[in-house]
C-alpha cells in the first residue's frame, strides 16, 4: 500500500464513518473501482482505532458524565439521572451488534467479497434515510430515549455491519423512526457507535498482529491518524448540519453510488 492510498483511505473512513453514506461500503467499492488491491484487515482495522480516537476525543465530556453517573446508579440505586439512564441505553443497544459480530462473522465477511453487495446495500441505506424523514415525527429529545428505543436502534447497527450499510445512516434513521428529533438521532448514533467500533477493532487484532508486515508501520499509522482527525472534523460538521437540514442529501449520494456502481459491477 502507498502512502496516497493510506491517506485517500483514510480520508474515506473518517468522513464516511460518521457521516451518513457508509464507510465499510466505500473501503470496498473505492479500491474496485480504482483498480487497488483491497486494503487489507489490518489496515481496516487501524482505520476503526482512528474513528474511535475521533468519537472518543469529541464525547469525552459526554462519556464522563455516563461513566460517573452510572456508578452512582449502581451504588444508589437511583437511575432518575438522564446520563445513568443513557449508559444503560447504550449497553442494551450494543448487544444486537455484538451478537450478529460474534455468530455472523464469516457471513457478513463473506460480503465483502462481493463490491455488487456494497452497491446494493447503499440503495439500502438511501431508502432508510428517506423513511426515516417521511415518517418520524422528530418531537424527542435524547432524555427521552427509552429501552425501546436503544433495542431498536441497536439492531439498526447491527444491520450496518453488511457493507454498504451505513451505521450512522441506519442509525438515526431508526432514531428518526422512533421521533427522537435529528440532533439526538444523530448524538446518540455517535454514541451507540463507540462500543461497535472498539469491538469491530477488538476482533481484528489478530489479523492486525498477522498482516502488519505485509501492509507496513507508516501506512497504518498514517491511515489512523487521518481517519482520527477527518473523522473529528466530521462529527462536528454533520451535528451542526443536522439542526436545520434533512438527510436527503446523503439518501441521493447513497442511491447515485449505488446505482453506478451495480451498473459497472453488473456491466464489467
Not at 464513518?17 to 487489507?40: A, M, Q
Not at 474513528?51 to 453517573?69: E, H, N, P, Q, S
Not at 439526538?184 to 508486515?213: C, H, W, Y
Request: charged share 10%; hydrophobic share 55%.
Amino acid at each position: 500500500m502507498t502512502i496516497i492510498q493510506a491517506i485517500l483511505l483514510g480520508i474515506i473512513q473518517g468522513a464516511t464513518e460518521f457521516i451518513p453514506v457508509s464507510s465499510s461500503g466505500h473501503l470496498v467499492l473505492v479500491p474496485w473501482l480504482l483498480g487497488w488491491n483491497p486494503p487489507g484487515l489490518a489496515f481496516d482495522t487501524m482505520l476503526h482505532w482512528g474513528t474511535l480516537l475521533a468519537v472518543g476525543a469529541y464525547f469525552w465530556r459526554d462519556f464522563w458524565a455516563m461513566l460517573t453517573a452510572w456508578l452512582r446508579g449502581l451504588r444508589n440505586r437511583d437511575w432518575s439521572d438522564p446520563h445513568a439512564r443513557l449508559g444503560w441505553w447504550l449497553i442494551l443497544g450494543s448487544i444486537p451488534a455484538a451478537l450478529a459480530g460474534v455468530f455472523l462473522e464469516d457471513f457478513f465477511e463473506s460480503l465483502f467479497l462481493e463490491p455488487v453487495w456494497a452497491a446494493l446495500f447503499l440503495l439500502v441505506t438511501a431508502v432508510l434515510m428517506v423513511l426515516g424523514e417521511w415518517l418520524g415525527r422528530q418531537g424527542r429529545s435524547l432524555e427521552k430515549i427509552g429501552w425501546a428505543d436503544a433495542m431498536i436502534i441497536g439492531i439498526a447497527q447491527a444491520l450496518a455491519i453488511a457493507p454498504g450499510i451505513s451505521r450512522s445512516g441506519s442509525t438515526i434513521s431508526a432514531g428518526l423512526l422512533r421521533d427522537l428529533d435529528r440532533p439526538a438521532a444523530a448524538r446518540f448514533s455517535f454514541l451507540l457507535g463507540t462500543p461497535a467500533i472498539l469491538g469491530a477493532g477488538l476482533l481484528q487484532m489478530d489479523d492486525l498482529l498477522s498482516e502488519v508486515g505485509q501492509t507496513g508501520i507508516a501506512p497504518l499509522i498514517l491511515g489512523l491518524i487521518v481517519a482520527a482527525v477527518v473523522g473529528y472534523l466530521c462529527i462536528w460538521g454533520l451535528l451542526r448540519y443536522l439542526k436545520g437540514h434533512r438527510l436527503y442529501v446523503f439518501a441521493a449520494y447513497c442511491a447515485v453510488v449505488g446505482l453506478i456502481c451495480l451498473l459497472v459491477a453488473l456491466t464489467g
